[in-house]
């Protein structure tokens, strides 16, 4: 019994973990939003920062290829990424971006949840905000109806679809799920150590309070001896 209630209590960790609305931004990231989109300032590396397991960030690496400077014939020559390097982007260059995407440029993701106006809450009405197109409205071409914008279009095709990713935890992948996670992803890319640093500040607050209490009984002792000895 005491095993199994070991055993109980040590999976429940891994199954919380494996649950996180940032692992689930990240799968919808790596299967659907890097195909345009990319991250130039978060390495693999980093992933650990949402709880991905070094051999996962080491094999995700791995299928990824980087530039690797040039060959003897000065062609330029590729390498299996290592966790150390950037995510990067899935083109070889800006101008390779805009021709894949009439002349726009996706957007990099490292950021994108802190320089956009509202956030990843910004970032996840967009998302969720598509809908068919009224009959009386007219887009340009290449637009598409959103009504998160005030001018109800935006440059890119609807990304996401219910169903299009298979959690690993079970979670059903609709729209507005997809949303919300990819959201917490990105709210987790922009700000990498924000936990670390609040984690950091109630270490020292409550070091700080211990502190302060020593202080406070040292203080009451002390005085109590200073009185003891004027009488």
């Known amino acids: 019994m005491k ?3 070991l055993g109980v209590l040590l999976a429940l960790p891994l199954s919380a973990q494996a649950a996180t609305p940032e692992q689930r931004g990240f799968q919808v990231y790596r299967q659907v939003c890097s195909t345009c989109h990319s991250l130039n300032h978060v390495t693999f590396a980093d992933l650990s920062g949402i709880g991905l397991a070094v051999p996962d960030i080491k094999a995700y690496a791995a299928s990824r290829q980087v530039p690797d400077g040039l060959d003897d014939d ?3 020559k590729t390498r299996a990424a290592h966790p150390s390097d950037p995510i990067g982007s899935p083109y070889p260059n800006d101008a390779m971006a805009r021709l894949a995407n009439h002349g726009d440029l996706p957007p990099d993701f490292s950021r994108l949840a802190m320089t956009e106006e509202g956030g990843a809450r910004r970032i996840e009405t967009t998302l969720r905000s598509y809908a068919p197109k009224p009959a009386d409205v007219v887009l340009a071409s ?4 959103n009504t998160a914008f005030a001018q109800n279009h935006i440059g890119m095709p609807p990304p996401l679809h219910d169903g299009q ?3 690993a935890d079970g979670t059903k992948a ?4 997809m949303s919300q996670d990819v959201g917490a992803f990105l709210d987790w890319v922009a700000h990498p150590h924000r936990e670390a640093r609040s984690h950091t500040g109630l270490v020292v607050l409550i070091y700080l309070a211990g502190l302060g209490t020593l202080l406070a ?3 009451r002792r002390v005085w109590k001896r200073v009185k003891e000895t004027r009488q």
């Open 217 to 219: 009984l040292l203080k």
């Open 3 to 5: 095993r199994y209630i």
């Open 142 to 145: 290449g637009s598409y109806y």
């Open 165 to 167: 990713v298979t959690y």
């Open 174 to 177: 609709t729209i507005p799920q």
């Open 74 to 76: 000065g062609d330029p």
